[in-house]
């Protein structure tokens, strides 16, 4: 799964978050769990990604030879660093608006359960994006034409980020994850004051239709962490019900990916249990072998 498919995950879970912080009941254990296990291991990606950019750019500063081979090894590094790079800034959209529901839906239940595993999320990702900013504003390993599009890739997420989270502001308290409070709650009053569009078209339509199209050709076509990506999204979208986003084609796609999921998980478990019987040693099954760690 693209980057930019992961921020329309955000906007689809935007639009209908307020009735999930508002509706009965408790969230999936499950897709807390996935979302806090699969994030986790995104950062690690993200953190090695960015190490082994600067070391191979050190060692191409220290290493002898022509001008034309060392550019070669900076350009080669560079292009399988820009996605990641993308990749942060654009998931600070979900990160930032997830964290938001999760909080919210434990605070209107005066519960404490799956608030503080997205705010660890939340924590880690704001460490990558200072290394990402860090990096892109050193010029010994980011040239300015590259500094400038991931400044516009940043810019344009942070926007995102502040006109979703304006759809949670009457539900929640969104000042602690906005980057502009002032323009998410100028964002939260443009949507309160026009449910349809000029054509009759549901605003969340026009928001949803112009949030794929900003992020449609601004991003490298190559996803480096595509299936971690799509197990986040999976846990996201399975705090929903299918209803929800029944005619959301992108939904839809995505469900199957929850489902296929579910089902990789249960043939893993079926796979322990047969070998458990072979080698007569003892299975502990659970739902998520890399949950959080209880309190």
Known sequence: MHARELVEVAGLAASQGPALILGPGRLPQRGIEDYWSSSKCRLGRWARSLKLYRKALDGDADRKGNGAEKERVSQAA????QPVMEEIFTGDILSRLWTTVLCAHDQRRGACDAGPIARSVMLGHLEARQRALALSSDRRYIGAEAAAQLRRVRRSS???SD???GALADVSDISEFAFDVERARDFSERLRDRPVGPDETPAWTLALSSLRAGFAKALCPYSPNG???ARIAASVLGCFSAEHFESTVLFRSLWLVRLDNTARDVQSMVDDLLHADD??????LMSNPNRPPDG
């Open 227 to 229: 299936d971690v990506n």
């Open 158 to 160: 942070e926007r995102w």
């Open 163 to 165: 006109y979703l989270l």
């Open 78 to 81: 560079w292009r399988a660093t």
């Open 279 to 284: 080698d007569n040693r003892p299975v502990m």
